[in-house]
């Protein structure tokens, strides 16, 4: 790997030696009253470069001597574009710009899964995305509370490890892929419990694709992708956020520390002549809460989080390089109940810390080529501290059980490099390498294991006429642990059948190996009976999906739209957890034969000049895997979900209200059990049916303060009640399945200045 290192630092040094000379633009982007344009966004059409206004609408940024076209953009308000001379050496100074209201755009620019970034409607993938005005309309202090209201999404919770999984379109959290700006997210087991450990405070947007993705994004990514993208430099030349949110736990709440939420972040960016750096960090700080329990012991565990990044690039008009470093130190406090004759008590503690290193390169070497590369390396630790405390004294001593002290150390190394060819307008290739190397040890890992994967993709783009785009893709991978199939293949298809309509279609298989927590991980302790299993398949899907977009209004003042969208998934091989058959008090990962989801979804979005308002409802189907043994049972059970999310601008307070709504509809699964004569019982059981709104309010105070405020789960829902005697993962003990510590209320300010 040291090579690889070498050799790319060599060439983005050389590369970095034939930068460009550059002149300045500089100007000034107003709305119709008068008022700044803050946050607009001026782009270079034709060129990578682009930039934002900031507070007191302002921007300016160097670029490459040359003719442009300067375009100036803002939601809500129209699109500016104009003709730019820029000599080298020389400032071009324009007259302020004045944007018109008209309504949202809705080509939002994605990148995921992309050869370059591009409209949202030009891409072949269905592609949700959350924006930045979103998350913060929202008042979220971590992504599941961005997450929670969207369709097909849901989040289970264990209260023993103080950790939250995702399931995405029926599938679980370990066939979910999560990206951070193109790098994949590491866990120590199998809950993608990194979602909530990501600093939301950086997030410029993230992007959801639903189905397989393995061809381009290789293992993991059977069920889709939910890639987070960092903020980019703007046009300030110097620039400080800060953040400070409070929030209660229900009814719990002490100001700045102890009960409650409690949020601070603060973060400084800076740019000239082409570079660009940025520091930050978050303090996140959740006081636990007491619940149901009578005793010290709390519902929902004390969590604190500290995060930091740092990050230092260079850009030209046709290169951009930069290194980021993100950090996490996260401790999770698991007070034990006292024990009524010593009067002593075991506690816990987890504490996680992750490093995460990468550097990225984007080289236009000319119309036709275009090459990107990503070097990162993840250092990731788990440990778990046990001890206990003589409540009378105060003295607290190690505990010496089995387990009860541990590390768990997990590292992965990547290297990933595309390049994207356009032989013409019709013809793209995009050819790539994508190594990837995964070590671990630990008492709770069998051995020091490593598993190596190195693979090599290719996909085309192909237009055969101006409304018919195809993308045909291989995947052929080389594990060292197990034998991949001889190639991936996915098919994705766009037609435009109208202006106003689009069509996608795709098949796509899937594959994803073992990861190294499932096949040696060992989890024993007073709570878990968990032990890892070496024999274990290699997964394998296929999948069909299909989408129709109807944009039926689209003018200056109204847009209407409607989007449908089915699918088809079906597993083979699925790696679940089950019952150890030497030891049924154990349980174990396996293989489970067949694993089928099917449904649908329907989303319809009005933005108007004052309105932002959308519609959703999905039903989605899970396999039930007792029809194979020749029952009369379904063959799915069905899920419903509906989902709203409404802000209207009051324009003359410049003040925002939000209304964020979800229904999520019962869970239906059958269950089959042994009785003593010998036969087997068959019983419906389900995890009921809740409701979940949010309502904000966001108020500019000066052009640098914005206020958020508002009510989180506010039908206060904390329990949800299971017929089950498991809730679904291996960490449950059946019961009620714990949703939220309910109903809370938050306050926040946001600060933003900046200097050009």
């Known amino acids: 790997m040291k090579y690889i290192f070498l050799l790319l630092g060599f060439n983005l040094l050389s590369i970095l030696s034939r930068a460009q000379i550059t002149g300045t633009i500089r100007g000034t982007v107003l709305m119709a009253d008068g008022k700044p344009a803050t946050g607009a966004t001026i782009v270079l059409k034709t060129s990578r470069f682009s930039t934002a206004a900031g507070a007191d609408g302002a921007f300016s940024f160097e670029v490459p001597e040359g003719r442009y076209t300067l375009a100036m953009q803002r939601m809500g308000l129209e699109t500016r574009t104009l003709p730019i001379h820029v000599k080298a050496g020389e400032t071009v100074v324009l007259e302020p710009v004045t944007l018109k209201e008209t309504v949202r755009q809705l080509d939002d620019v994605v990148v995921t899964g992309q050869y370059e970034p591009q409209s949202l409607r030009q891409s072949v993938y269905q592609i949700r995305t959350i924006d930045r005005e979103r998350i913060q309309l929202r008042g979220a202090t971590n992504l599941t509370g961005v997450l929670n209201n969207e369709l097909g999404i849901r989040f289970s919770n264990d209260l023993t490890l103080g950790t939250s999984d995702?399931?995405?379109?029926?599938?679980?959290?370990?066939?979910?892929?999560?990206?951070?700006?193109?790098?994949?997210?590491?866990?120590?087991?199998?809950?993608?419990?990194?979602?909530?450990?990501?600093?939301?405070?950086?997030?410029?947007?993230?992007e959801i694709v639903e189905g397989p993705m393995s061809v381009s994004y290789g293992t993991d990514a059977l069920a889709g992708i939910i890639n987070i993208i960092t903020k980019k430099p703007g046009s300030e030349r110097l620039s400080v956020t800060a953040r400070i949110q409070e929030e209660t736990a229900n009814s719990e709440?002490?100001?700045?520390?102890?009960?409650?939420?409690?949020?601070?972040?603060?973060?400084?960016?800076?740019?000239?002549?082409?570079?660009?750096?940025?520091?930050?960090?978050?303090?996140?700080?959740?006081?636990?809460?007491?619940?149901?329990?009578?005793?010290?012991?709390?519902?929902?565990?004390?969590?604190?989080?500290?995060?930091?990044?740092?990050?230092?690039?260079?850009?030209?008009?046709?290169?951009?390089?930069?290194?980021?470093?993100?950090?996490?130190?996260?401790?999770?406090?698991?007070?034990?109940?006292?024990?009524?004759?010593?009067?002593?008590?075991?506690?816990?503690?987890?504490?996680?810390?992750?490093?995460?290193?990468?550097l990225q390169s984007d080289w236009r070497i000319s119309e036709q080529w275009h090459l990107n590369a990503i070097l990162s390396y993840t250092d990731y630790s788990r440990k778990t501290q046990t001890s206990n405390i003589d409540l009378n004294t105060g003295r607290r001593t190690l505990s010496l059980g089995a387990g009860e002290q541990d590390v768990s150390l997990f590292d992965t190394k990547l290297f990933r490099a595309t390049a994207q060819y356009k032989l013409s307008q019709a013809i793209s290739f995009q050819p790539g390498v994508d190594i990837n190397l995964d070590g671990a040890s630990g008492a709770r890992i069998l051995g020091s294991p490593t598993i190596n994967d190195y693979a090599f993709f290719v996909s085309s783009e192909l237009k055969p006429t101006s409304s018919i785009t195809l993308r045909p893709g291989l995947r052929f991978i080389k594990n060292s642990v197990y034998d991949a199939p001889p190639v991936i293949p996915s098919l994705n298809a766009k037609i435009a059948v109208h202006s106003t309509t689009d069509l996608r279609f795709s098949y796509a298989r899937g594959f994803r190996s073992p990861a190294l927590r499932e096949l040696y991980f060992n989890f024993f302790d007073a709570s878990h009976s968990i032990k890892g299993n070496p024999n274990l398949k290699a997964e394998y899907s296929n999948s069909f999906n299909g989408t129709i977009t109807w944009r039926a209004v689209s003018t200056t003042t109204l847009?209407?739209?409607?989007?449908?969208?089915?699918?088809?998934?079906?597993?083979?091989?699925?790696?679940?957890?089950?019952?150890?058959?030497?030891?049924?008090?154990?349980?174990?990962?396996?293989?489970?034969?067949?694993?089928?989801?099917?449904?649908?979804?329907?989303?319809?979005?009005?933005?108007?000049?004052?309105?932002?308002?959308?519609?959703?409802?999905?039903?989605?189907?899970?396999?039930?895997?007792?029809?194979?043994?020749?029952?009369?049972?379904?063959?799915?059970?069905?899920?419903?979900?509906?989902?709203?999310?409404?802000?209207?601008?009051?324009?003359?307070?410049?003040?925002?209200?939000?209304?964020?709504?979800?229904?999520?509809?019962?869970?239906?699964?059958?269950?089959?059990t042994a009785e003593t004569d010998g036969t087997t019982t068959v019983r419906l059981a389900e995890i009921a049916a809740y409701h979940w709104a949010d309502v904000t309010i966001t108020q500019s105070i000066t052009k640098y303060i914005t206020l958020n405020t508002g009510v989180k789960n506010l039908f206060d829902v904390t329990r949800l009640t299971n017929t089950s005697g498991d809730v679904g993962g291996s960490h449950s003990t059946g019961g009620a399945v714990p949703l939220s510590y309910g109903r809370s209320y938050f306050l926040g300010l946001n600060f933003h200045w900046s200097k050009q």
């Open 166 to 206: 995702i399931q995405l379109m029926g599938m679980s959290g370990r066939n979910v892929k999560i990206l951070l700006d193109g790098v994949p997210m590491v866990d120590r087991g199998d809950t993608r419990e990194s979602l909530n450990q990501i600093d939301i405070n950086t997030i410029e947007r993230v």
């Open 253 to 358: 709440y002490q100001a700045l520390n102890g009960k409650g939420v409690h949020n601070q972040n603060l973060g400084v960016s800076w740019q000239r002549n082409g570079w660009n750096a940025s520091v930050g960090g978050t303090h996140n700080d959740f006081g636990g809460w007491q619940g149901l329990s009578t005793t010290r012991a709390k519902d929902w565990h004390p969590k604190e989080q500290w995060l930091g990044h740092a990050k230092l690039g260079y850009r030209t008009d046709a290169f951009n390089l930069w290194y980021r470093l993100d950090a996490l130190n996260e401790t999770i406090h698991a007070l034990g109940a006292a024990n009524v004759n010593t009067n002593q008590a075991r506690d816990q503690k987890f504490l996680t810390n992750r490093f995460t290193h990468q």
């Open 559 to 672: 847009r209407l739209s409607s989007t449908l969208t089915g699918f088809y998934n079906d597993f083979h091989n699925l790696i679940d957890y089950g019952y150890d058959p030497a030891n049924p008090g154990v349980m174990m990962t396996v293989n489970i034969d067949r694993f089928k989801t099917t449904g649908g979804t329907l989303n319809n979005t009005l933005y108007t000049k004052n309105l932002q308002f959308t519609l959703g409802l999905s039903h989605i189907g899970r396999y039930n895997s007792l029809v194979e043994n020749g029952s009369d049972l379904p063959e799915f059970v069905w899920s419903p979900e509906i989902n709203t999310n409404l802000t209207y601008h009051l324009r003359p307070l410049d003040t925002k209200v939000s209304f964020f709504y979800k229904y999520t509809g019962r869970r239906p699964t059958y269950e089959a």
